[in-house]
């Protein structure tokens, strides 16, 4: 990372700033309801990424048994390309390892290049095509995985 930033853990007081992230990010945002429900659930991760006193990336997923399913990663648009994404994915991938996962899962659009870049450069590998899997746009899904065994 070329600067800075912590690491904080999500919760309701960031809805108002992960909602700027979401909706620069993706055309099918979550809402804020979506948020709540992973902050209420035990099973969840949510952590966040400050800088200079601004949220400028949140991750978050959830354990099933001994699998980590990461739900969502963004990335705020000016702060893009900074390690940003990577170092808060290594940080919940710890987490997840601590909380006894061995396999990180997720599912990414087929277009989205950036983050099979990103996924790739991490350690993970396609499992899986699911065709047309997405909408708004349609679009492939992407079924990747790595180990967490060791990060
Ligand atoms: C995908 C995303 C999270 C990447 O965040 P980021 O903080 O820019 O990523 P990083 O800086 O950690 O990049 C790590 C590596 O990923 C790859 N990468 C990231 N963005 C890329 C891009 N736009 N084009 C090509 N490769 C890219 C590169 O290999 C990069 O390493 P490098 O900068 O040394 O070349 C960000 O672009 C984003 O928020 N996109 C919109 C939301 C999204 O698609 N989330 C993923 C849903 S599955």
Redo the contacts with the bound molecule.
């Keep these: 990372m070329t600067d800075g930033g912590r690491f904080v853990v999500l919760g309701p007081g960031h809805l108002q700033s992960l909602m700027a992230?979401e909706r620069c990010?993706?055309t099918s945002p979550w809402s804020e309801g979506d948020f709540l429900y992973f902050f209420a659930d035990g099973s969840s991760l949510c952590q966040g990424l400050v800088q200079s006193g601004e949220l400028v990336?949140y991750a978050l997923g959830y354990c099933e048994g001994q699998d980590f399913h990461?739900a969502?990663?963004?990335?705020e648009l000016e702060?893009?390309?900074?390690?940003?994404?990577?170092?808060l994915?290594q940080q919940l991938l710890l987490q997840a390892q601590r909380r006894g996962a061995d396999r990180c899962t997720?599912?990414?659009?087929a277009a989205?290049?950036?983050?099979l870049?990103?996924y790739?450069?991490?350690g993970f590998r396609s499992l899986e095509v699911r065709t047309a899997h997405y909408s708004g746009p349609r679009d492939d899904g992407i079924i990747m995985e790595r180990s967490i065994e060791i990060l």
């Design positions: 992230i990010s993706f990336a990461l969502s990663l963004a990335v702060s893009r390309r900074r390690g940003y994404a990577s170092r994915l997720l599912e990414v659009r989205n290049r950036a983050a870049m990103l790739d450069k991490t």
